[in-house]
């Protein structure tokens, strides 16, 4: 069985991205009760991250795996969500470690903060309405699976077809993945590019998604406490 084409890969993601921001839209205007209180709401309100996070990968995931489906594939299989290897295990997380410590090395280096605004803002808005452990759910869980589910899972099943463009599709995927990453400044963005690669070089090494989402969940939650720590402190 042959996975979905490059372009119909990035016509399936493109539409799950469109349906999940839909779904998140309508969970925005529930949540603010109208559009001009959306309007007037903090630019990242923790409740609305908390939504756009959930909402849009659950959707997200639901829709890839009806294309895997419809490929006549095995939706775990063509969306490689399988256990890896105890030393692909270990080699992921401890690779992730090392370069936790080393994002945080280069924002200290830099003279910049570890913590963006963007989750200061989010974390403070979320304590203050009380949906900091959905916040927290949001952040560590969703994101993580929807992401890796669908950029290192169903977008690498589509582009990622031999050993020999991989590597190219290791870099556009992770491109692609940081540049939606707009919360971000541009360091910011560099460093998920730079995460990106190394989950791309994972799943590839490991064959398994699976592995790419635990990392990712583990770089989350760490940044989650720094997170945490820093608004403790503040």
Known sequence: ???????????????????????????????????????????????????????????????????????????????????????DLLIGLGITILLMIAMDGSSWLLGRDMVTPFQVEANRTAVATGWLPYLIVAIVVAAPVGEDVMFRGFVFRGWARTPAVTPAAILVISAVWASLHFQYDWFGITQVFVIGLVLGWLRWRSGSALLTILCHMLINLGGQIETMVMAGWS
């Open 1 to 87: 069985m042959k996975p979905w084409g490059i372009l119909a890969t990035f016509g399936w993601a493109v539409l799950a991205m469109l349906l999940g921001m839909a779904a998140a839209a309508l969970g925005f205007y529930l949540y603010f009760g109208g559009f001009s209180e959306i309007l007037s709401a903090s630019q990242y309100d923790g409740g609305a991250v908390t939504i756009e996070a959930t909402v849009t990968n659950v959707v997200v995931v639901a829709v890839l795996v009806i294309a895997a489906r419809l490929a006549r594939w095995n939706a775990i299989d063509y969306l490689a969500i399988i256990l890896p290897s105890r030393k």
